[in-house]
Protein backbone atom coordinates (compact mmCIF):
# COMPACT_ATOMS: atom_id res chain seq x y z
CA UNK A 1 0.00 0.00 0.00
CA UNK A 2 1.36 3.44 -1.25
CA UNK A 3 2.69 5.67 1.98
CA UNK A 4 0.48 8.54 0.84
CA UNK A 5 -2.75 6.66 1.18
CA UNK A 6 -5.06 7.94 3.97
CA UNK A 7 -7.78 6.50 5.40
CA UNK A 8 -10.27 8.20 5.91
CA UNK A 9 -13.95 6.59 6.75
CA UNK A 10 -17.17 8.15 5.26
CA UNK A 11 -18.45 8.98 8.74
CA UNK A 12 -14.81 10.84 8.97
CA UNK A 13 -15.25 12.62 6.08
CA UNK A 14 -19.21 13.34 6.19
CA UNK A 15 -19.96 13.20 9.66
CA UNK A 16 -22.05 16.26 8.91
CA UNK A 17 -24.35 14.52 6.65
CA UNK A 18 -24.48 10.91 7.88
CA UNK A 19 -27.94 10.67 9.35
CA UNK A 20 -29.09 12.15 5.83
CA UNK A 21 -27.09 9.32 3.87
CA UNK A 22 -28.73 6.70 6.12
CA UNK A 23 -32.05 8.32 5.75
CA UNK A 24 -31.06 7.83 2.15
CA UNK A 25 -30.42 4.74 1.85
CA UNK A 26 -33.58 3.70 3.89
CA UNK A 27 -35.69 6.18 1.64
CA UNK A 28 -34.91 3.91 -1.24
CA UNK A 29 -36.26 0.59 0.31
CA UNK A 30 -40.06 0.83 -0.56
CA UNK A 31 -38.69 1.45 -3.94
CA UNK A 32 -36.11 -1.91 -4.17
CA UNK A 33 -37.62 -4.40 -1.89
CA UNK A 34 -41.33 -5.17 -2.44
CA UNK A 35 -41.32 -7.56 1.15
CA UNK A 36 -40.64 -4.00 2.48
CA UNK A 37 -43.68 -2.08 1.20
CA UNK A 38 -45.55 -5.39 1.67
CA UNK A 39 -45.09 -4.74 4.98
CA UNK A 40 -45.58 -0.57 5.35
CA UNK A 41 -48.86 -1.34 3.18
CA UNK A 42 -50.32 -3.59 5.92
CA UNK A 43 -49.15 -1.05 8.50
CA UNK A 44 -50.82 1.39 7.14
CA UNK A 45 -54.10 -0.91 6.56
CA UNK A 46 -54.18 -1.80 9.82
CA UNK A 47 -54.23 1.75 10.80
CA UNK A 48 -56.97 2.37 8.72
CA UNK A 49 -58.77 -0.50 10.18
CA UNK A 50 -58.13 0.42 13.63
CA UNK A 51 -57.82 3.98 13.64
CA UNK A 52 -57.51 4.46 17.59
CA UNK A 53 -54.14 2.58 17.34
CA UNK A 54 -52.44 5.35 15.59
CA UNK A 55 -53.61 7.38 18.59
CA UNK A 56 -51.39 5.34 20.51
CA UNK A 57 -48.29 6.20 18.93
CA UNK A 58 -49.20 10.07 17.94
CA UNK A 59 -50.80 11.18 21.50
CA UNK A 60 -48.98 11.13 25.23
CA UNK A 61 -52.44 10.60 26.34
CA UNK A 62 -54.04 7.00 27.40
CA UNK A 63 -56.03 5.58 25.03
CA UNK A 64 -58.67 2.60 25.54
CA UNK A 65 -58.76 -0.37 23.16
CA UNK A 66 -60.52 -3.35 22.04
CA UNK A 67 -59.29 -6.64 22.53
CA UNK A 68 -59.24 -6.58 18.03
CA UNK A 69 -57.52 -2.73 18.34
CA UNK A 70 -55.06 -4.55 20.68
CA UNK A 71 -53.97 -7.45 18.42
CA UNK A 72 -53.40 -5.02 15.59
CA UNK A 73 -51.37 -3.00 18.21
CA UNK A 74 -49.23 -6.38 18.63
CA UNK A 75 -49.46 -6.90 15.25
CA UNK A 76 -47.91 -3.57 14.07
CA UNK A 77 -45.10 -3.72 16.76
CA UNK A 78 -44.27 -7.16 14.99
CA UNK A 79 -44.20 -5.10 11.57
CA UNK A 80 -42.17 -2.25 12.79
CA UNK A 81 -39.59 -4.56 13.80
CA UNK A 82 -39.89 -6.67 10.40
CA UNK A 83 -38.94 -3.13 8.69
CA UNK A 84 -36.42 -1.91 11.51
CA UNK A 85 -34.77 -5.13 10.46
CA UNK A 86 -34.96 -4.81 7.05
CA UNK A 87 -33.31 -1.38 7.56
CA UNK A 88 -30.59 -2.60 9.27
CA UNK A 89 -29.61 -5.19 6.90
CA UNK A 90 -29.79 -2.41 3.83
CA UNK A 91 -27.44 -0.29 5.70
CA UNK A 92 -25.19 -3.15 6.49
CA UNK A 93 -24.89 -4.20 2.73
CA UNK A 94 -24.47 -1.11 2.07
CA UNK A 95 -21.40 -0.19 4.15
CA UNK A 96 -20.29 -3.85 2.86
CA UNK A 97 -20.23 -2.19 -0.20
CA UNK A 98 -18.80 1.24 0.35
CA UNK A 99 -15.92 -1.28 1.99
CA UNK A 100 -15.05 -2.59 -1.10
CA UNK A 101 -14.83 0.64 -2.85
CA UNK A 102 -12.40 1.86 0.23
CA UNK A 103 -10.52 -1.14 -0.60
CA UNK A 104 -10.32 -0.75 -4.26
CA UNK A 105 -9.16 3.16 -3.75
CA UNK A 106 -6.68 1.96 -1.64
CA UNK A 107 -5.70 -0.56 -4.67
CA UNK A 108 -5.92 -3.75 -2.17
CA UNK A 109 -8.73 -5.13 -4.32
Do not use: W
Not at 71 to 98: H, P, V, W
Request: aromatic share 12%; proline share 2%.
Amino acid sequence: MSGAFRFETFVDAHSNIFNEYLSSVIAKLPKENEEYKAVQDEIESLYEKYPKVLGVFDSEQAAELTKEECAALIRIMELKNQLTDMELQSIYFRGCYDSVGYLKKAGIL
